[in-house]
């Protein structure tokens, strides 16, 4: 612990938290998407301690198996950036929906289509994904319908809950691509982003990683004050500032490290379960 505390800004912690809220992809998951053993033990760890660990994440809930294995107790997890809340000993069960509404989903891709062209969309429905023919190969379904976003969102899976859109473009770097769609159509929802390429990710207005949990917090009556959280993109700003303490990730983007109250090392350092052990030996000492 002395070597990490040489390099882990962290804040001081009065006493331990009651929750943990943790971010996936480039923060608790290494670069090879593995969960180390030393974060699994620092879970399991936390758990004991009587410290309640919520995955939240830009995850659609089928691709949660990678932590599945990890969850304790109440075994759910937040998913599609605060879209989601899902039931992972039920292998993966949504049983909360913040969906974006198709109407709202087309004012958007009609106002990216304007601002940015060349964007390409794919649509994240809570039965699984479907893009446009031009979309990058990321997220491929053998079971995807291919066809325009317009013509998905319109006709196509009627009855399925839009979690989010994707929009992607080649030519603008990514927080550029989000200044502009954030101008365009912000009004209309909220629109994010966490991976290194310019793919935006769009959800209902108002719905985000923070203010999913803020509503499973306060099903718990657990403060903000007492929460943790880790991030380490764009998307995960909101819910840093939410939370009473936070921790950008040493690979963090910029934003995120201005946006935390602290500072822990990167992922592939296990960053995440540095930080979880300090707070498991405060539970323990209390």
Request: hydrophobic residues 45%; glycine residues 8%; aromatic residues 4%.
């Amino acid at each position: 612990m002395g070597e990490d505390g040489a390099v882990t800004a962290a804040p001081q912690h009065p006493t331990a938290p009651r929750l943990i809220a943790t971010d996936l992809d480039g923060t608790l998951l290494r670069d090879d998407k593995s969960v180390s053993e030393r974060t699994i033990a620092a879970l399991a760890a936390a758990e004991a301690a009587g410290i309640e660990v919520f995955f939240v994440t830009g995850r659609p809930a089928r691709w949660m198996d990678v932590v599945s294995a990890h969850v304790h107790g109440h075994g759910l997890a937040i998913c599609a950036n605060g879209a989601a809340v899902v039931d992972l000993h039920a292998g993966g069960r949504i049983i909360e929906v913040r969906e974006l509404p198709r109407p709202t989903a087309l004012d958007v891709v009609h106002a990216l289509r304007a601002a940015a062209p060349g964007t390409s969309f794919a649509v994240e429905l809570a039965t699984g994904i479907h893009y446009e023919p031009h979309y990058p190969p990321f997220f491929l379904d053998p079971g995807a319908t291919v066809a325009t976003a317009e013509k998905l969102l319109r006709t196509d899976h009627s009855e399925a809950p839009v979690l989010k859109l994707l929009a992607h473009h080649t030519e603008l770097a990514p927080d550029e691509f989000l200044a502009v769609a954030r101008a365009a159509a912000g009004r209309h929802a909220s629109i994010t982003r966490s991976s290194p390429t310019a793919l935006l990710e769009v959800s209902g207005l108002g719905v985000s990683k923070a203010s999913t949990l803020a509503l499973c917090c306060a099903e718990r009556g657990i403060r903000p004050e007492e929460v943790v959280a880790f991030g380490d993109m764009p998307n995960d700003i909101e819910m840093l500032t939410w939370a009473g303490t936070s921790y950008a990730m040493g690979n963090a983007h910029p934003d995120v490290v201005e946006a935390a109250s602290g500072q822990t090392l990167a992922n592939e350092e296990d960053g995440v379960a540095v930080v979880i052990e300090r707070l498991v030996a405060l539970a323990e000492g209390a």
